[in-house]
C-alpha cells in the first residue's frame, strides 16, 4: 500500500518485489531522519539502500558492513533525529529481546528544505489524554535527592565514523516496553522539539516513546486505543 501522508492509503496493493525490487517478505525499513532521509530495506542479513525512491547502486550489502558489525535477527528499527548535543542515530530491536544502537557519523549541522506537511490524522496527531491524580496530603520527612546526568555526546562531540552500541535489553533500555516488540515507527511532528513522535507497536497494543528520558507511556493502557482500530482502521 502506499501512504505519502497527504491522502488515504492506496486501496490495490502492490507486491514488494514489484515495487521496490527487493525479495519479499521484508524483516524491517527505516528511513532517517535527516535532510537526505534516504530509505534503507532490512532482510536476514543484507540491506538495500533508496534515495527518493531509486535503489542505490551496489546494493544489496551486508549489514555488517554498513553498520559496524552488526548481526542477528533484526525485527524493527527506530530512526532517532539528531537534536541538540544528541546526534542521529537508529536503534535495531532483534528477534531475541536485545537492541543495538547505532550512531551516525556526525557531520556539520545544516538546514533541511521545507518538507510537504503530513495532513493525514494519524494517532500521533490526536490530543493525547491527561490524567491528573489527587493524592492524600501527607506530613512526611523532606528527602533530598541528587541527580547526576551522564551526557554521552558532549558539547561539541563530533563522531568521524559511525558507532555500534553493545546490545542491551530493549524493555530494560525503555522502562515501560514489554519483551516483544513487532515494529517501531517515527513520525513527522513539527509540534515536538526534534520534529518526530516515536511508537512502538506489540500485538494489538502501542506505546509513545520518550526518546531522551528512555521511557515508554502505555497509549492503549491509558486511552483504550488499539494498532488495528486506530492505525488500521481494522473493525
Same mark, same amino acid.
Given at each position: 500500500w502506499l501512504l505519502n501522508g497527504r491522502s488515504p492509503p492506496t486501496t490495490n496493493p502492490r507486491r514488494i518485489s514489484e515495487g521496490w525490487g527487493i525479495p519479499s517478505p521484508i524483516d524491517a525499513v527505516f528511513s532517517r531522519c535527516n535532510c537526505d532521509g534516504?530509505?534503507?530495506?532490512?532482510?536476514?542479513?543484507? *540491506?538495500?539502500?533508496f534515495t527518493n525512491g531509486v535503489m542505490d547502486k551496489g546494493y544489496p550489502k551486508p549489514l555488517a558492513n554498513g553498520f559496524a558489525g552488526l548481526r542477528g535477527k533484526i525485527v524493527a528499527t527506530l530512526p532517532v533525529?539528531?537534536?541538540?548535543n544528541r546526534p542521529e542515530?537508529?536503534?535495531f530491536?532483534?528477534?531475541?529481546?536485545?537492541?543495538?544502537? *547505532?550512531?551516525?557519523?556526525?557531520?556539520?549541522?545544516?538546514?533541511?528544505?521545507?518538507r510537504t506537511r503530513v495532513t493525514i490524522r494519524y494517532p500521533a496527531y490526536v490530543p493525547r489524554l491527561i490524567i491528573r491524580r489527587r493524592l492524600?496530603?501527607?506530613?512526611?520527612?523532606?528527602?533530598?535527592?541528587?541527580?547526576?546526568?551522564?551526557?554521552?555526546?558532549?558539547?561539541?562531540?563530533?563522531?568521524l565514523a559511525g558507532f555500534l552500541h553493545n546490545e542491551v535489553k530493549v524493555n530494560a533500555y525503555w522502562r515501560g516496553l514489554p519483551k516483544v516488540i513487532h515494529y517501531t515507527v517515527s513520525l513527522p511532528n513539527y509540534?515536538?522539539?526534534?520534529?518526530?513522535? *516515536? *511508537?512502538?507497536?506489540?500485538?494489538?497494543?502501542?506505546?509513545?516513546?520518550?526518546?531522551?528520558?528512555r521511557i515508554a507511556r502505555p497509549v492503549t493502557a491509558l486511552t483504550g486505543k488499539?494498532?488495528?482500530?486506530?492505525?488500521?482502521?481494522?473493525?
Open positions: 534516504k530509505t534503507f530495506f532490512i532482510k536476514g542479513p543484507l *540491506y538495500w539502500r533525529a539528531r537534536y541538540n542515530s537508529v536503534y530491536i532483534k528477534k531475541d529481546g536485545n537492541m543495538q544502537q *547505532y550512531v551516525y557519523r556526525q557531520e556539520p549541522a545544516k538546514k533541511c528544505r521545507r492524600p496530603r501527607a506530613v512526611r520527612t523532606p528527602t533530598v535527592i541528587q541527580t547526576v546526568r551522564i551526557n554521552p555526546y558532549p558539547s561539541g562531540f563530533l563522531l509540534n515536538k522539539p526534534d520534529g518526530y513522535d *516515536y *511508537y512502538a507497536f506489540s500485538y494489538n497494543r502501542y506505546y509513545s516513546l520518550d526518546v531522551g528520558k488499539t494498532v488495528s482500530k486506530d492505525w488500521f482502521n481494522c473493525p
